[in-house]
């Protein structure tokens, strides 16, 4: 920078010295911005309310956000998966447990288009030990098994599957385990209800870094020890060992 803007009497600033000063500027403006959003909040009116932070007890997490599902199919993806594997005296369900978040997430992935499989056809009927055959992948799956469902749900009953009654929902449930609900010519209500069925109990046993098995509490009711390194401490014992559960990312601390 070149004198001609300083001010009378003032020494010429060099270009370090600008931006030395520039930078602390930024960082003491980033200090106070932080502190002030922490105390004030601003509404969709331009309204300004004090913040209130998080509890201990709702941690943010930010892996929850939906890449595949809407906000109503993934409702009803948890409404479903936590009748599958409901909340009792013995621990938590899928809602808790993040099934819903597991299997959004896994769709959005290269399981959700089937990358991995051969899917030119041709598709002839399968015998018992080779499942449902079908050109459908697991997105397309899971959107037309939604919507056919609800459909269903809405003649029965007028009501969608989540406005239901828990006995009600158990009757949707076994409807579709016999395949009595309509879906598409090829693909049975109950191969659906299958596919739900495995991805429920993956999402509840699957390491949390899928989204699922929310704080290892999956595990837990298993009392299974998790992603443990090795056992080499323990060889020797003659004992059953009760180990806390490891996931994954804990060994990022090791």
Not at 234 to 240: L, P, T, V
């Amino acid at each position: 920078m070149n004198d001609s803007k300083n001010l009378p009497g003032s020494k010429p600033m060099s270009r370090r010295s600008f931006v030395k000063g520039f930078g602390t500027g930024l960082l003491m403006m980033g200090t106070m911005g932080s502190g002030m959003l922490a105390g004030m909040m601003s509404d969709r009116k331009g309204n300004t309310q004090a913040a209130t932070a998080p509890s201990a007890h709702s941690a943010l997490v930010f892996t929850d956000a939906l890449m595949f599902f809407t906000k109503e199919q993934f409702q009803w993806v948890e409404a479903v998966t936590e009748r599958i594997f409901p909340y009792d005296d013995l621990g938590p369900g899928a809602k808790a447990l993040g099934v819903a978040i597991f299997i959004d997430h896994q769709l959005a992935g290269p399981w959700g288009i089937n990358a991995r499989e051969y899917m030119a056809g041709p598709f002839h009927p399968g015998s018992p030990t080779q499942g449902t055959q079908t050109h459908l992948t697991h997105q397309q799956i899971y959107l037309n098994g939604i919507q056919a469902v609800s459909q269903w749900c809405q003649n029965k009953y007028q009501k969608g599957f989540v406005e239901l009654a828990q006995t009600q929902q158990d009757e949707v449930l076994a409807a579709m385990e016999k395949g009595e609900i309509p879906i598409l010519k090829g693909y049975s209500s109950q191969a659906f209800f299958e596919v739900l069925k495995a991805n429920t109990l993956e999402g509840v046993y699957s390491d949390p870094l899928y989204g699922g098995n929310r704080n290892m509490n999956g595990w837990k009711l298993k009392q299974y020890p998790g992603a443990q390194m090795s056992y080499y401490g323990y060889i020797e014992e003659s004992k059953k060992i009760d180990l806390d559960p490891v996931s994954l990312k804990d060994h990022l601390s090791h």
